[in-house]
């Protein structure tokens, strides 16, 4: 069976620090991955999307980067935070049609 | 651009009833999936259809393309079924984009 995790469950920090947040999936190859974000009552939006190693697309410019150094790694990262950056954070995976999602990463900055 | 109208915001059943959830599309989508919020916050996929109708126990969802909508209808309502639902949908423009409806929050009561 496939499993997905995200690290860390949760993070403070300051606005202007770097931010690394990572997602494993375990028992797929090649998966298509994806990063999503929730600000605190809004809407979940698509951040970016990889269908294979070394590859990335962005979706929405929110002053962050993605790296998939791996099959089954995918990292989301930022060198200054922001207060905007503040939310939940959904790393997904999917074989090509049907999207599961990880637990999430609570972040505030503060 | 492509967005994804999802009715009603909140909605209140009473246990044995049943009613529908619907999401609008303002451009032809490609597929869609409905999710379920867990406590945690993230999201545990109900279904995923790329045409026509799906069933799944008190759940059954449909798919229209062309006229750009999808629903999930609830029936004989539990109340183990409170909480937020949301769709998803596939752009047709290609690639891997994914839009999401901004939720519908359901409280299902004695």
Known sequence: A????????AEIKAVGSPL???????GKS????YWYWQATGG???QLFYSITVGQVESVVQLNLSASRPKDDQFILSTEKLLLSHSGFYLCAWSPGDTQYFGPGTRLLVL | GDQVEQSPSALS???GTGSALRCNFTTTMRAVQWFRKNSRGSLINLFYLASGTKENGRLKSAFDSKERYSTLHIRDAQLEDSGTYFCAAESGTGGYKVVFGSGTRLLVSP
């Open chain 2, 13 to 15: 059943l009473h246990e």
């Open chain 1, 30 to 33: 090649s998966p298509n991955l």
């Open chain 1, 2 to 9: 496939q499993t997905i995790h995200q690290w860390p469950v």
């Open chain 1, 20 to 26: 690394s947040l990572g997602c494993t999936i375990k």
């Open chain 1, 43 to 45: 809407t979940l939006q």
